[in-house]
C-alpha cells in the first residue's frame, strides 16, 4: 500500500505564506503524477496544482502567481509553496498522487487524509 502524509496546514493571516509538504511512502516502484487539492465547506474539491514526474506543473486559474508546486523525487515528497494567501483559500487540502508498486503494472490514484488551512481576513 502507499500513505501519504501531509503537513504544514495552520492558520494564516491575508496575505501570509504557508508551505505545504506531502510524503509518500510504502512499496512504492513507480511515482507518477503528484498534486494539491482542496475543499472549502459546501463545496466540491478542486485541484490546485499538479506536477508531472519530469517536473511541468499545472494550476487552477485562483491560484496563478500565487502558489508554486515542487517536488523531490528522491523523497517522494510534493511541496506546495503558498503566499498572498487569501480568506476564500480556506479549505483542507488533500495531497495526490498516482503510484505503482509493481513496475510493469499500472498507476493507482492514492489520497492523503487532508491537512486544514484557514486564512483569517
Known amino acids: 500500500q502507499v500513505q501519504l502524509v501531509e503537513s504544514g496546514g495552520g492558520l494564516v493571516q491575508a496575505g501570509g505564506s504557508l508551505r505545504l509538504s506531502c510524503k509518500a511512502s510504502?512499496?512504492?516502484?513507480?511515482?507518477?503524477?503528484m498534486g494539491w487539492y482542496r475543499q472549502a465547506p459546501r463545496k466540491q474539491r478542486e485541484l490546485v496544482a499538479a506536477?508531472?514526474?519530469?517536473?511541468?506543473?499545472n494550476y487552477a486559474d485562483p491560484v496563478k502567481g500565487r502558489f508554486t508546486i515542487s517536488r523531490d523525487n528522491a523523497k517522494i515528497t510534493v511541496y506546495l509553496q503558498m503566499t498572498s494567501l487569501r480568506p476564500e483559500d480556506t479549505a483542507v487540502y488533500y495531497c495526490?498522487?498516482?503510484?505503482?508498486?509493481?513496475?510493469?503494472?499500472?498507476?493507482?490514484?492514492?489520497w492523503g487524509q487532508g491537512t486544514q488551512v484557514t486564512v483569517s481576513s
Open positions: 506536477i508531472s514526474s519530469g517536473g511541468v506543473s
Open positions: 510504502g512499496k512504492i516502484v513507480t511515482i507518477g503524477a
Open positions: 495526490n498522487a498516482a503510484a505503482g508498486l509493481d513496475a510493469s503494472g499500472p498507476l493507482y490514484n492514492y
